[in-house]
């Protein structure tokens, strides 16, 4: 059974930093492209950033130069670390080990929320 858990998230003030981090169990971890998605209140979710085996990374324009994916498959955890961080970037934080056309997985979530 594949398990995603995310952690890391947190109340921040404008201009701070989070890690998230995703610890996966029950897969081959590193034969899969990792996700980070957000969901905000009354928006849908959407995808942050996302890296491939090797590592291949792509991000949403709204977080480029502020958010890194990264990935350490001994670990078979996948991590964002978000600088920089706006109230906008306020949301619910998941993680999605993508399967390709069969679908994937979804951890849980993690809230982030950018107040002061």
């Known amino acids: 059974q594949v398990q995603l858990v995310e952690s890391g998230g947190g109340l921040v003030q404008p201009g701070g930093s989070l890690r998230l981090s995703c610890v996966v169990s029950?897969?081959?971890?590193?034969?899969?492209?990792m996700g980070w998605y957000r969901q905000a209140p009354g928006k849908e979710r959407e995808l942050v950033a996302s890296?491939?085996?090797?590592?291949?990374?792509n991000y949403a324009v709204a977080v480029k130069g502020r958010f890194t994916i990264s990935r350490n498959n001994a670990k078979n955890t996948v991590y964002l670390q978000m600088n920089s961080l706006r109230p906008e970037d306020t949301a619910v934080y998941y993680c999605?080990?993508?399967?390709?056309?069969?679908?994937?997985?979804w951890g849980q979530g993690t809230q982030v929320t950018v107040s002061s």
């Open positions: 999605y080990e993508d399967h390709g056309r069969v679908g994937g997985y």
């Open positions: 029950g897969s081959i971890f590193s034969i899969y492209r």
């Open positions: 890296i491939g085996n090797p590592d291949s990374t």
